[in-house]
């Protein structure tokens, strides 16, 4: 969708009239299309003031057509201008243009990030060269007009209040791939950026280019096809086992039935929801991820979605193998709330992992929309949830089988569930169910059978949090696959000063929560001495886990106890249960949390808890008699 249309010549009058923002607005309660009047009012009226001094030459023919706010089909970005034509040699051009109003920003030391102040604060943001870029490749891998017509995109970024004193924070070394990609232009680049539009566009093209763009069909580029391919063979993390491999290819064929039910007049259906439920290291990620290439390979439009954006990330970076050309894969996954407003069948398949997370409204403050679960059932012709409902971590937290249900009931869509497609084969944790059951049995989640453990883990409880810590480091200097994880009972004061301490325990042990300006902690070369949370954690694995316990789990008249006024100021997991006293759903989402980040290490678990008698209580579980440390490795079955 295209907000605003016109020629350069009307453009350049609705400028020069100062009319410019006042139309856009109209154009945009005429959409019905929410935005932030405001900021976005002034930056219409100040910046499109600098653009038009750019295009407002006489090398570029009036008829020239020129767009402001372009929304990528399927998602909620919008690109900010776009001005079509031919070159020279009459090839079909678009220069994509990405507006900043910054003064000056600051340096990161991630590729492709910056510091920038926006939306009241100073923040990480990507560089404005690559978010123009990852647009215009987003908008090449899927749109079929744009690959069929042989149009070409140029990204850049244009920021006219730039001080030129800054130059070397945003146009650096650092970020010499993203420039070279997508060049950036400052206060005193207007000429510049003249001449870069110029070596695109100079007269009009016989077709309505962005017409082709805006009503363009989605379909996966071959490029993105191969690439994906490509990083997913031979890549081990992603080989499908047994019931794995039954629900992957249930669903491939499901895929593929639909459309051919689709195209058929007098088909009565050809929309399916499907349930997958499995446990912590079943291998739900690993289908989804594999769900995910095979359809896109097979020039099906398809998503990963998430709410936690820690396995969105992580699963990208792992596919990407590190290609920076391979950038725009990350338009494939997607957070839960990115299909408030998407068409009807929009896709042909949505893959949700972690399911349970999903929300009732999507949003900052959960105020946009419908159900997430309707909104992605809505959106899509195959919609894949895998579930597991124990893994249930906050109040917001609403996904559930019957939910999942009722929502495909009020959309017309079959649903396919059942003992077939559940994953049940542990592939984590030495591929021992018992743990689990363990593990249940322990937090008081449920009687099971399973009140020891006999099993080939290593499983260490520990009596000061620093030796955890040590003996973890050595763990994690084999593969850089281990991690600390604590429960969320300690207030985040290093987000705002990294010079303070947010974990505090005795014997001198200090840490902080993972840092906020990267989305890669568990794999980050150098986070190993960060602390990571539930959600940063869920969903993912490592090889080892250092689990810290905080006060809001105890051991306490012979049993094991919640505490919900333990967890930290800044935690939000919780909240609304003072209002609404619904205790028993606390006591449900703290137990639920530990039984989630107690099951992510494959090969061993090591423990500390703040309270002293539920460590020990764990110890005695364990069958061990040592005070200061038990551990349980290579055991046999006992007697």
Request: proline share 2%; aromatic share 10%.
């Amino acid at each position: 969708m295209i907000v605003y249309r016109n020629s350069k010549s009307g453009f350049v009058n609705d400028v020069r009239s100062n009319l410019i923002a006042s139309i856009i607005e109209k154009e945009f309660a005429a959409h019905n299309i929410s935005h932030n009047n405001d900021a976005e009012y002034r930056s219409w009226a100040n910046s499109l003031q600098y653009l038009r001094n750019a295009i407002d030459v006489p090398q570029i023919d009036d008829e020239c057509q020129v767009a402001i706010e372009y929304q990528i089909p399927l998602t909620s970005k919008r690109v900010d201008f776009l001005i079509s034509g031919v070159d020279e040699n009459d090839h079909n051009n678009v220069v994509i243009i990405e507006l900043k109003q910054w003064e000056t920003s600051g340096k990161t030391s991630r590729p492709d990030i910056v510091t920038a102040y926006t939306g009241g604060a100073n923040r990480a943001v990507v560089h404005p060269s690559y978010q123009a870029y990852s647009y215009a490749k987003t908008i090449e891998c899927f749109n079929e007009n744009v690959q069929n017509c042989d149009i070409s995109l140029h990204p850049c970024a244009f920021l006219h209040n730039y001080k030129e004193s800054s130059r070397s924070n945003i146009d650096c070394e650092l970020y010499r791939e993203a420039v070279a990609l997508a060049p950036v232009f400052l206060e005193r680049d207007t000429a510049k950026l003249t001449e870069f539009i110029l070596k695109f566009v100079r007269s009009r093209s016989k077709l309505d280019l962005l017409y082709k763009i805006e009503d363009g069909r989605l379909r996966p580029a071959k490029s993105l096809q191969d690439a994906l391919g490509s990083m997913l063979k031979g890549n081990k993390e992603f080989y499908l086992i047994d019931e794995q491999k039954v629900a992957f290819e249930t669903i491939r064929r499901l895929v593929r039935n639909s459309l051919e039910q689709a195209s058929k007049p007098d088909s009565a259906q050809s929309k399916y929801t499907v349930i997958i439920e499995g446990g912590p290291g079943t291998g739900k990620s690993v289908v989804a991820i594999q769900l995910l290439c095979d359809l896109i390979r097979n020039n099906y439009t398809a998503n990963y979605v998430t709410k936690n954006a820690a396995p969105r990330n992580v699963y990208f970076e792992k596919l990407r193998g590190n290609a920076y050309s391979d950038n725009y894969i990350r338009s494939l996954f997607r957070g839960s709330g990115s299909y408030v407003s998407a068409g009807k069948d929009a896709f042909d398949c949505l893959i949700v992992d972690e399911a349970h997370r999903l929300q009732m409204k999507s949003g900052i403050f959960q105020n946009l929309g419908e159900c997430q679960a309707r909104e992605i059932i809505h959106s899509s012709r195959v919609s894949v949830f895998f579930i597991d409902e124990d893994q249930i971590v906050t109040t917001s937290d609403v996904g559930s089988v019957e939910l999942i249900r009722k929502c495909a009931k009020e959309e017309g869509s079959t649903v396919l569930c059942g003992d077939e497609l559940n994953l049940v084969s542990q592939f984590r944790c030495n591929g021992s169910d018992g743990y689990l059951a363990f593990l249940d049995n322990l937090l008081g989640i449920r009687k099971t059978a399973n009140t020891q453990v006999d099993i080939d883990y290593d499983i260490q409880v520990f009596d000061s949090p620093g030796k955890m810590r040590d003996a973890l480091r050595e763990k994690n200097r084999v593969a850089n696959k281990s991690r600390m994880i604590a429960g969320y009972c300690y207030d985040w004061v290093s987000k705002k000063d990294r010079n303070l301490y947010d974990i505090i325990l005795p014997g001198g042990f200090k840490a902080q929560w993972n840092f906020s300006d990267t989305a890669t902690w568990a794999i980050d070369d150098d986070s190993f001495d960060q602390v990571g949370c539930i959600h940063t954690s869920q969903g993912l694995e490592f090889d080892y886990v250092g689990i810290i316990i905080g006060k809001d789990l105890i051991f306490k008249d012979g049993e094991v106890q919640t505490d919900y006024l333990a967890r930290a100021k800044t935690d939000t997991s919780l909240k609304g249960i003072k209002s609404s006293r619904n205790y028993a759903l606390a006591d449900r989402i703290i137990r639920n949390t530990y039984r989630t980040i107690l099951s992510r290490g494959q090969k061993g678990c090591f423990i500390y808890c703040e309270d002293e008698a539920l460590g020990e209580y764990i110890k005695r579980q364990l069958g061990s008699e040592d005070s200061t440390l038990c551990q349980l490795q290579k055991v046999g079955p006992r007697r």
